[in-house]
């Protein structure tokens, strides 16, 4: 079984494509999201499966006072139950700081995290990445575009299916380790630092602008 990933700049983009695995016939154990949530957007719990109830604070995104994933428990990360968005919530991973997420994947890095502090393999989402089968290079672009306010959506795929899903990702405005990483080592990064400062609300909406 492969893992198909892409890095999104946009959670609304992010969820979107979730939204359009699951109706296209992908069953939500084998998908995954970890977004950032340094601009706080999952606090105002936006609802995706609702109509458009007002953009409340300017930033484009529609709102609802309770929605998907609104309260939910690191608990709730380990069976999504109807559908992985209704199971998002609130979780802290070494290097990235608060993030919202669901699935396989925040289950994993949980568990990474864990192993490294006890003295195990390399912990967190970076871990989690490599155990799911990515190359140490994607792992590290993949880490670092949720630093910089990605959100990264990956799903367990069977052979034949892989492709299809790759597909839909890309079609949805997701990126691939290898084009983003190239436009990082320009800027001169080298790889992932899970001891580096996690990007502030400001540098995350520099780095949004830099790609749109």
């Known amino acids: 079984m492969a893992t198909v990933t892409r890095l999104f700049d946009s959670h609304t983009e992010a969820l979107d494509a979730v939204s359009k695995l699951e109706s296209s016939g992908v069953?939500?154990?084998?998908?995954?999201?970890?977004?950032?949530?340094?601009?706080?957007?999952?606090?105002?719990?936006?609802?995706?499966?609702?109509?458009?109830?007002?953009?409340?604070?300017?930033?484009?995104?529609?709102?609802?006072?309770?929605?998907?994933?609104?309260?939910?428990?690191?608990?709730?990360?380990?069976?999504?139950?109807?559908?992985?968005?209704?199971?998002?919530?609130?979780?802290?991973?070494?290097?990235?700081?608060?993030?919202?997420?669901a699935g396989w994947l925040a289950?994993?890095?949980?568990?990474?995290?864990?192993?490294?502090?006890?003295?195990?393999?390399?912990?967190?989402?970076?871990?989690?990445?490599?155990?799911?089968?990515?190359?140490?290079?994607?792992?590290?672009?993949?880490?670092?575009?949720?630093?910089?306010?990605?959100t990264l959506v990956s799903v367990k795929a069977d052979g034949d299916e892989a492709q299809r899903i790759q597909a839909m990702l890309d079609s949805s405005r997701g990126y691939d380790a290898t084009a983003r990483g190239e436009a990082y080592r320009q800027s001169g990064w080298s790889g992932f630092d899970a001891d580096a400062k996690p990007y502030t609300s400001e540098q995350i909406l520099e780095e949004r602008a830099r790609y749109r």
Not at 55 to 74: F, L, P, S
Not at 120 to 148: I, Q
Request: proline share 3%.
């Open 27 to 101: 069953h939500h154990d084998k998908i995954s999201i970890v977004s950032n949530n340094a601009d706080e957007w999952h606090s105002g719990s936006r609802d995706h499966k609702a109509g458009p109830l007002g953009d409340r604070n300017g930033d484009g995104e529609n709102y609802v006072a309770d929605g998907a994933g609104k309260g939910a428990t690191t608990g709730g990360l380990l069976g999504a139950g109807a559908g992985v968005l209704a199971g998002l919530g609130m979780l802290a991973i070494p290097g990235l700081g608060p993030v919202v997420a």
């Open 107 to 150: 289950s994993t890095a949980v568990g990474a995290a864990v192993g490294a502090a006890a003295g195990g393999a390399t912990g967190g989402l970076l871990g989690a990445l490599k155990e799911s089968g990515h190359s140490d290079e994607e792992a590290n672009v993949y880490s670092e575009g949720v630093r910089r306010g990605g």
